[in-house]
């Protein structure tokens, strides 16, 4: 049987890439299975830094939920909530994400993209929350984490409208990070880039500030105070500031 998630691991940097181009890679429960299986993996392989999230097929990242499967939801589904616990993983995953967005990011696509930690999409691609056509709401997150990238009132007319946004428009409103023509070769810049920081130090930044959004100002800066003070007890903090002064590459070992 053919893998509904292809894993790519390579210069530590691993491609999750969504496997069901013939329904543009809905997601249904077998995906998510697969998914946080091969987080599990990535979560102890030295060999991955980061994780670059995509689609097959070349039109879609990911088109929503399976709805096939929506029809036999019941109260009891919905209070389980497997997509939205699956994503809240992602988001409180260990080492950066990145979706590379390459087509369309809908319904629990796009809630897939926004637990991302960066978000990169081609021209081409479109964006939105359509679940309430389906009498239904974005509930793996959407309702969240779209009014706190984009702001209450733009998330509000997006869910209830179910408007599609295209790249530009959700780079516009904060939605996306950037747009590239191949957001897969741009992941892999940016990706390249943070495994080229101190690995500690990007572990606890994204820390600090998943949690910060989530607290008041004054909390947040004890976390990051908290935070700093561990980085400088740090063997790497010792080696990134002795290569700056050598102006040589520094060679952090993530202690």
């Known amino acids: 049987m053919t893998s509904t998630v292809l894993v790519e691991i390579a210069d530590g940097v691993a491609v999750l890439t969504l496997n069901r181009p013939e329904v543009r890679n809905a997601l249904n429960a077998r995906v998510l299975d697969e998914l946080r299986g091969a987080l599990d993996e990535l979560r102890a392989d ?55 967005i390459n087509g369309y990011a809908l319904g629990g696509g ?19 929350l359509p679940e309430t056509m389906l009498s239904v709401l974005p509930g793996a997150g959407g309702t969240q984490r779209l009014a ?40 892999h810049d940016t990706a390249r880039q943070i495994l080229a920081r101190g690995p500690l130090a990007v572990r606890l930044a994204k820390l600090v500030v998943r949690t910060g959004i989530d607290t008041d100002q004054r909390t947040g800066l004890v976390v990051e105070r908290l935070a700093q003070a561990l980085l400088y007890t740090s063997d790497d903090k010792r080696e990134g500031a002795e290569a700056f002064l050598a102006k040589r590459p520094a060679t952090f070992t993530g202690n």
């Open 110 to 128: 796009c809630e897939l993209a926004m637990a991302c930690d960066i978000r990169i999409a081609c021209p081409a691609a479109k964006l939105g």
């Open 148 to 187: 706190r990238l984009a702001g209450v009132g733009r998330a509000i007319e997006l869910i209830l409208t179910g408007r599609l946004v295209s790249a530009e428009e959700a780079r516009e409103i904060g939605l996306v990070t950037a747009v590239a023509d191949d957001p897969v070769v741009a992941a």
């Open 46 to 100: 030295e060999h991955a830094g980061a994780v670059v999230f995509t689609g097959a097929g070349g039109r879609a990242f990911a088109a929503g939920a399976d709805i096939a499967q929506l029809r036999d939801y019941t109260v009891h589904t919905g209070l389980a909530a497997d997509m939205q616990r699956l994503y809240d993983e992602i988001e409180a995953f260990e080492k950066p994400t990145i979706a590379a």
